[in-house]
């Protein structure tokens, strides 16, 4: 048995978002694990102080009010999602 599986994705979009604090974009993103397809709806675009960075759709815990991801990828998919979200909002976009 190998722990290894296909996966692919593609940014479909990346709608940017003004005023909502540290928020600066939220992007739709699909992905193909194994033959079985799905869309993240909601990928967050943060503004922090080391630059723009990418986080999975949250969702507010109703029992404590916390945000809390609605979806947990493997960190080698997370971060290539995130770096192509990043490149989808073209350059200049980080200010």
Known sequence: MTDTASASFEVLGVEPVR???RLVGLAIVRVELEGVELVLQGVQVLRTPAGLTVQAPTFRHPKHGCS???VILP???RDAIGAEVLASMGEGHAG
């Open 68 to 70: 809390v991801p609605s």
């Open 19 to 21: 005023g909502a604090g």
């Open 75 to 77: 960190p080698e998919l």
